[in-house]
């Protein structure tokens, strides 16, 4: 937990269904109430295996009435936080941040595009709330699997101004980024959330388009790979050590479980503080962060341990501490 954060105890006021497997829950905290902006987030301690960890989710909503509200997906591949959270009932005690922002909506461009992919609607959602409260120009362009996965967009058709587009993948529905982009007005900026392949066709297709870089904002989940999340071993030669990373553990937990001292920030895969040189892999590397580029991601040098795993096998790594 950082030092620097202030932290508090909050009740979970109520919990209700919005898909079969996302699930809002509003918490009332005990102490104060710091009104999140668009796109910001609360961390909340779960317990894993008997062991408190946080997790980050987006507060959903302007939260105007003193109670934060997030929305959580039941992921069959959760490394635990999901999982113990729909476990809850309503009266349950948590410990949460005051909220944080990772993903600030930036006010008074002439144009936005607000991209989700499946639970990424969560920031996406608040920032149509305050795009159209401000009365700006915006559209929502969202992706899931299935029609029943399409978490507020009945709030979002409601809400004034807001041009809603829905891409069901069970329906042969695509969307399509370089559309969206050349659709954007030549100043206007792109926000992006969802898994890691909808970011990394985001940021190829930005590029192409030539527009400045500042003008495309993403945020990942921080735990959606390209491969099932399973354990596996990492090995520190430097510090004769080997440490085992659960299925439901980062390697970055992992390491500080065993006392093994790493660097870190955001915990998303977005800053690169927690970057590890790999000495050697001995199976396939799942990058899950976005601060690499495909290039350095194919070259295999190094990882981000807060996110980024393998799939299965074994890594040695140098944490820059030495024995
Ligand atoms: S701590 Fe920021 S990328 Fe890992």
Redesign the pocket.
């Known amino acids: 937990m950082d030092a620097k954060t202030f932290w508090q105890r909050a009740r979970v006021r109520s919990i209700r269904d919005l898909t079969a497997d996302i699930r809002l829950f509003e918490l009332e905290p005990a102490q104060r109430f710091i009104a999140p902006a668009p796109g910001g987030h609360i961390d909340v301690t779960v317990q894993i295996d008997g062991r408190p960890v946080v997790r980050s989710y987006s507060v959903v909503g302007p939260c105007n009435d003193g109670v934060y509200r997030i929305a959580v997906k039941l992921l069959p591949d959760s490394r635990g936080g999901s999982s113990y959270m729909w476990s809850l009932q309503e009266g349950a005690k948590l410990t949460i941040s005051e909220p944080g922002n990772h993903f600030e909506l930036f006010r008074g461009r002439p144009d936005y595009v607000l991209i989700a992919g499946g639970i990424g609607i969560t920031p996406i959602y608040s920032m149509a709330l305050a795009l159209s409260t401000a009365g700006a120009r915006f559209r929502v362009l969202y992706a899931c699997r299935d029609a029943a996965d399409l978490a507020f967009a009945d709030d979002l058709r409601g809400l004034p101004g807001t041009n809603l587009e829905t891409f069901v993948a069970s329906e042969d529905q695509r969307l399509s980024i370089p559309d969206a982009i050349t659709s954007l007005a030549p100043d206007g900026e792109m926000y992006v959330c969802g898994p890691i392949g909808m970011l990394e066709d985001a940021r190829s297709a930005w590029a192409a388009s030539e527009r400045p870089i500042e003008r495309l904002r993403f945020e990942t989940f921080g735990n959606s790979g390209r491969y099932p999340s399973v354990s596996f071993t990492v090995k520190l030669p430097l510090l004769e050590r080997t440490v085992e990373v659960a299925k439901n553990q980062t390697i ?1 937990e992992a390491l500080e479980a065993a006392g093994i001292e790493a660097m ?12 590890l040189d790999i000495l050697e892999a001995d199976g396939v590397i799942d990058h899950r ?1 976005v ?1 690499f580029s495909e290039d350095e991601k194919a070259q295999g040098h190094k990882l ?4 980024s795993r393998m799939a299965g096998g074994s890594v040695s790594v140098d944490t820059g501490e030495r024995r």
Request: hydrophobic letters at 30%; aromatic letters at 10%; a negative charge.
């Open positions: 970055l870190y920030d955001c915990r998303r895969g977005e800053c690169g503080l927690c970057a962060d601060f981000c341990a807060c996110v």
